[in-house]
């Protein structure tokens, strides 16, 4: 991203990933295999709709989200790709040898790989603090570093505490804020001098910032409903409140950021934290409300909180964990 | 959206529409109840599928159709997005109500909110025809006047005409393109000397025009299909005869819309209509019609129609629903 | 597209193919017809996803990963829009003539569009190597050609070689890298002088580059279990190998195209070669690989073939067909 770095780290990070990808590779071969139990295949379509849901989110929502940032652009589509397709391989991985705790191979299912695209996508929120503060080696290293706190985190809630994969995945959102703050203020000296005009939003660009939020718009109701796979009931209330929590927080955001501008225009920024708010607030307890009422109040304090959060705090992208 | 209005203005239209929420909330708080008889897995997921599928329709298609216009960028996918979160909480409740004609409480499935998504687009369609001559607090008025006579409308057709909902749903197009009209015959005057520069398109953000084109494109006979879910048969011909309706409607319409052309060149508005009038044309009838040629041929009259009419009409997106 | 054909020209397009589509209306009216047979309606909403799927796949995917190059933008898209929608109806016709080889109707199911939309991705990945070179007379032409060729070689191999449908069309990349290649090399003197100016890469749309590219990353693992419909474990195993590859060659061509440019920059050409490289390595044998290492070979070495293979060859867009 530049010739300021010296060509000895230039050549570094490829040359890193790619031993990391046949290391992967290697770890594969000696310690995986497919699921190859006979399966129902409606179950396994619906399984599959699921991670298409998840993945659209992470690799179209969160890529655009952060392009229209001046002088990202593509390239942060393209490390938002390049962050998800190793980190899911990692979390898999991951994920089977802290399931089992055993010697044993790692069976892969499709639902793995659902599991490891969504903890994929705290690395995904963190990036959004760190962007051009942090240079893409440590970027890496930052999204090995925090996929397997994350899990980790998860399996001691799952064996000690008892808690269902539903509830422990839904703290991905503070988790990731708080990971993402914790490694901007370690690297708070930016790279490069020009780097405050970075968190300018190019203007061509906002179009890309809005598909990106109305990917995440559309796709949030299957985020939360991905790990209700034993209640229909629970499916059902947890798609219906995050669709209400989500129209709410929608509405009540562009109204407030109207309001907060002299002259009335809406900032992009406050209607990108207002979806996401509106999901991370019903997330944990969606499938328990049982009156949208509930959800719309939720969704009303999301929008709220979040756009005067915008108004005041650094890292809008992070306002939304809290 | 310009420095232009009173200052009072400017406040009016969101402290309007945060009183709207809250006013929202507080009907749904006694007025409402979520579905809870235990339902098939399956149904569900299916329903939940077309819900998006409309909702990608609604938010994608419609919200990037217009940002090819000049200054309007992306707060025009914005109030799309906003009139859709808005509308579809207002028309859940219109549903149940008039559905219902009793005291007692409203109960939500996730078909209520399909349905309402769908009636949600009238006010889209409409929208379309006064951008740039109306101001903000009168697009949200529109909207909920708008929604409330379509939903009373259908409602009648219902209850005296014996019409089922697909067919009282398929009248959307026509309803909205005259309801666009009038409203925008009434607000003939422009806001600004300089709304027909905003008629233009912006060459830079063609592609998102494209865009919105292509998710209608793609989804139409998602949205054709919706209502009709008693008989697996008339579902198939209403997706079939809408595929070969638009296939034909493209076709003929970016044939002639270069033959129109002194250089041969391909205007984009052309296509948009071609794609909308297709859907439209097989529309209420997709299901009755039982060969692909009639189909076709509805295509063809619609895509010749609808480009014959963008050359000489001064509202091309109203255009399809005559 | 430019004013340099002679008028007679301009109109010949336009209405060629207005009469062709006609033609295609009057052989629909005499030999087709509907599929009657009453349809388990589970097994009608699976096949229309996938349907739906494989046209995102070539509607968005193909259509947005060429109008990065400067001097095309949308109406690269729109091309890709009319190709693909003329040349479906004409597949459909085809593959049921060449399956039945019989005088009697050829009956439309969904699983003809399917197949016909897959058919029509020759089309339009050849299309990529003749753009600027051919004007569209000449494309539709090519197009006619192209799918007759495609869908002959699939019914010899599927009547003589006994080859099933998921084989035969897991060679059509092959197939369309080296149609393209042919009228390419055909037509080689390009139409215009400016025409070297149009491989560059225009830089304000490489969002859409990458927005192309992460529809056809998403969608692919459909696109090749797509016809994989009696075995669910088949199609399993065709869903996971092909995510693999792919995430293992979006990760080496990201590193690679680093590790090549001076400065440590990325190409984002690079990155949709390898997308495509990664999917169409295991294509053919997606089903038949049963561990995840395999597949995540086959991802690296296409990353790495085809990133080598763009920094040489002229047609970046065919190199994957090798």
Redesign the interface.
Known sequence: ???K?PPS???F???W??VL??A???I??FF?????S?????K???T??VL?DV??MV??GF??IN?SLRRY???S???N??LL??V??WAVLLDGFLEQLSPKKVV?K?SS?KLATMSAMSVLISAGAVLGKTN?VQLVLMALVEVTAFDVMRMIQRKYFLKDNHVNMMHIHVFAAYFGLMVAWRFRRPLHERVMEKDQTA?????????G??FL???W??FNSALLLDS??E???A??NT??A???S???A???S??AHP????N?NH?HNAVLAGGVAVGASCYLI????LA??LG?TAGLISTGGALCLPFPHLAVGF
């Open positions: 991203m530049g010739s770095y780290m230039q050549c990070l490829p040359l990933t790619l990808e046949v992967l590779i290697v594969f071969f995986t295999s497919y699921d190859t006979s399966q129902d295949p409606k396994l379509m619906e599959y709709r298409q993945t659209i690799a179209l890529g655009f392009s652009g593509w390239s589509v393209a490390f790709l390049f397709a190793l899911v391989q892969i499709l790989i893409l203007k061509s660009s906002s179009l890309f910032g809005m598909l939020t109305l718009w559309i796709f109701p299957s229909p009931n499916r059902k209330n798609m219906f669709y209400y989500l129209a709410v929608a509405v009540t562009i109204s407030v109207s309001l002259q009335g225009k809406i992009m209607i049982s009156s949208p009422w719309m109040v009303l």
